[in-house]
């Protein structure tokens, strides 16, 4: 089976930054895009940022110009960097990854990780 796992949460004060990281590993084809989640208490799952194979980007407007998301495809790694986090940044973040198990095939799958709290206090 493919497994993607997360590491690098934790807890931070305002301000400082935090650097996520997520690895797909197993065996698989290829990955296509790679994306970014976050649950916070009592609210629902929301989008973070995601990227393509190719490099390209989004993010949600809470966090545009604070987070950036990047990818080492040589490793299967995607990151996000959290910089000037808030208490609203508080939540469960969640590593997605739609990936092709077989060479040749057109669908992709979505694999997520296993989600990392990362609590930041004021």
């Known amino acids: 089976q493919v497994q993607v796992v997360e590491y690098g949460g934790g807890l931070a004060h305002a301000g400082p930054s935090l650097r996520l990281s997520c690895a797909a590993a197993?065996?698989?084809?290829?990955?296509?895009?790679m994306a970014w989640y976050r649950q916070a208490p009592g609210k629902q799952r929301e989008s973070v940022a995601a990227i393509t194979r190719t490099g390209g980007t989004i993010y949600a407007d809470s966090v545009k110009g604070r987070f950036t998301i990047s990818r080492d495809n040589a490793t299967n790694t995607v990151y996000l960097q959290m910089n000037s986090l808030k208490p609203e940044d508080t939540a469960v973040y969640y590593c997605?990854?739609?990936?092709?198990?077989?060479?040749?095939?057109?669908?992709?799958?979505?694999?997520w990780g296993q989600g990392t709290q990362v609590t930041v206090s004021s």
């Open positions: 997605n990854a739609e990936i092709v198990h077989r060479v040749g095939d057109v669908q992709a799958y979505e694999h």
């Open positions: 197993g065996r698989f084809a290829s990955i296509y895009a």
